[in-house]
């Protein structure tokens, strides 16, 4: 789980290194897994023969707010026009959210699904400071002034920008009407991008984007409750099972003998031997059900491992017993997890640091935690299958503090963006899966006629922007029907200028 970054201590042994992190920090610790959940996502459709695209890369201002600060970098973007109708034919413009961008290209397959039908060009851009896109190059993480210009805000005018000059410099593009796509960030940079630039984007299609995780816009602990649900909906005794583990292992973790127990019945690379390591395992494993619940997909996809159609059901057979002893439960805990990290069975032990490996977009998503993107999250272990653990603005900032030299701003994204007051925007669509955590802070009514929800029932984590898939419900062929709709409307309406 986790922060990431936020609050990280590298024990000294190489290797065998714990991540110790502070389990106050959820926030960035979930929002970490979001990106690498998307990112790591290796299926691609098997309607597509897979993306080709071109690779070009735009001189951007690092600053684009201020004036003394006059350096650029070199962001990356991808094109395909294979499908393009120009002149005048559509752009679907990819907010690249926390990642490298090639993956969000790979893995949004309905874009690429629906170029053809719409004969429109796609243009995937990369985030700055992730992937190829890095302000200062290799010093771009090394201090807090390095890293001052990775905001949304910065990587919105960046979109902007590159939009303007590649309208004017593509031949036929001079009239295409633009549309923003994205998922999980990528959807909250979608919905944004269309807020503040509506001049430069007809339309935006957001996707599980959870734009209300702020402040207390949504109540910090529904998050957790979606993932209970779909844990309580995929078996009997699934998440009683899942609640009652953690006082197992608080007794167990009591002696060395039982620390030596759990050790070895979970296969851990590393032994645990402090209260720190427990810590760090039951993080890991919270963070191993809430990835489950993102990636709850009704067909098999691949992940950290390739995992089955809807794994909670898989994950649910072993845990029909919550009322069983201690040693027992924690076995069927085992045999569950092991679903999510060996379902291929060539794991030779679990890494309670896996889910944590320091890449570069993982610690983006950290600073961006830490200042902006505040997210707070909480559980109760009663409305909830998880350990009990409130939301402490103060901790959060302090371990932010610490690992970045900054401190958050947790009311400045409803400031910028609104918060709920946002029925004076137009044309956009949110569309959440009811089996995804991120809905918790998704907009699952629409505030007015052009700024509509869409709730995909059968969904996790922007599903409808996966490739078509002959598993999908029938729920997710409606939204992306919809959607397409919608985004025919919208090239419409710009084209006689009329609603
Ligand atoms: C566990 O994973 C971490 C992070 O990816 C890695 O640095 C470490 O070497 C791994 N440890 C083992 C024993 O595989
Ligand atoms: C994306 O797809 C391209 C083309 O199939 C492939 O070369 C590239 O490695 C993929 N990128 C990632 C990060 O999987
Ligand atoms: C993964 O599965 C294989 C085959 O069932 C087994 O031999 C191995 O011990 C498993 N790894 C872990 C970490 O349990
Ligand atoms: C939204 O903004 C308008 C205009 O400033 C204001 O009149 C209204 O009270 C606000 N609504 C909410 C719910 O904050």
Redesign the pocket.
Same mark, same amino acid.
């Given at each position: 789980m986790v922060s990431l970054g936020v609050g990280r201590v590298m024990a000294s042994l190489p290797? #065998?290194?714990f991540l110790a992190w502070n389990l106050l920090l959820l926030s960035a610790a979930h929002s970490v897994r979001l990106s690498r959940q998307f990112g790591s996502a290796q299926q691609y459709g098997s309607s597509n023969p897979g993306p080709s695209y071109e690779t070009y890369y735009f001189t951007q201002q690092v600053d684009h707010f201020g004036f003394y600060e006059d350096a650029t970098f070199k962001q990356r973007y991808l094109v395909s026009d294979t499908y393009w109708r120009k002149p005048g034919g559509p752009i679907l413009f990819y907010t690249g959210n926390e990642g490298d961008i090639t993956l969000f290209c790979n893995n949004t397959g309905f874009m690429w699904d629906v170029a053809e039908e719409m004969g429109a060009m796609l243009v995937f851009a990369e985030h700055r400071y992730y992937g190829e896109s890095m302000p200062f190059g290799d010093l771009a993480f090394s201090d807090p002034k390095h890293l001052n210009y990775l905001t949304s805000e910065q990587a919105l005018a960046d979109f902007a920008v590159l939009l303007r000059y590649f309208k004017a410099t593509t031949e036929g593009a001079q009239n295409s009407p633009v549309i923003a796509l994205g998922g999980s960030y990528g959807g909250m940079l979608a919905a944004w991008f269309r807020m503040k630039y509506p001049d430069v984007v007809v339309g935006a299609i957001a996707s599980s984007a959870p734009i209300w995780q702020f402040e207390d816009l949504v109540p910090c602990n529904e998050y957790y409750q979606v993932v209970t649900n779909d844990f309580k909906k995929s078996g009997p005794g699934c998440s009683e099972s899942v609640r009652n583990s953690w006082a197992a292992i608080n007794r167990m973790a009591e002696t060395t003998d039982g620390l030596q127990w759990l050790s070895n019945a979970f296969h851990l #690379?590393?032994p645990l031997k402090s209260k720190e390591d427990v810590a760090v395992f039951k993080g890991w494993l919270s963070e191993t059900w809430v990835s489950l619940a993102m990636v709850d997909y009704p067909y098999p996809a691949s992940f950290l491992e390739p995992l089955p159609a809807w794994p909670i059901q898989v994950v649910c057979k072993f845990l029909k017993d919550p009322k069983s002893g201690d040693k027992d439960l924690l076995q069927d805990i085992f045999q569950a997890v092991n679903v999510y990290y060996n379902y291929t069975g060539d794991t030779p032990c679990l890494?309670t !640091?896996?889910t944590a !490996?320091g890449s570069l977009g993982d610690l983006g998503w950290s600073y961006q935690a830490c200042t902006e993107m505040v997210m707070p999250f909480c559980s109760d272990g009663v409305s909830d299958m998880f350990e009990p653990q409130s939301w402490d603005l103060q901790a959060f900032s302090d371990e932010c503090y610490k690992q970045w030299g900054v401190r958050p701003r947790g009311s400045w994204v409803t400031t910028v963006y609104g918060g709920k007051n946002i029925s004076s925007h137009s044309n956009i669509i949110f569309s959440n899966g009811g089996l995804d955590p991120w809905s918790a802070g998704g907009v699952k009514e629409s505030l007015s006629d052009s700024l509509l929800a869409v709730l995909i029932p059968e969904g996790a984590h922007h599903l409808d922007l996966r490739s078509n898939n002959a598993d999908d419900p029938k729920s997710v062929l409606l939204a992306r029907s919809l959607e397409v709709e919608y985004m025919k409307k919208w090239i419409a309406q710009a084209r006689t200028g009329r609603d």
């Open positions: 290797g #065998c290194a #690379c590393c890494n !640091s896996q !490996s």
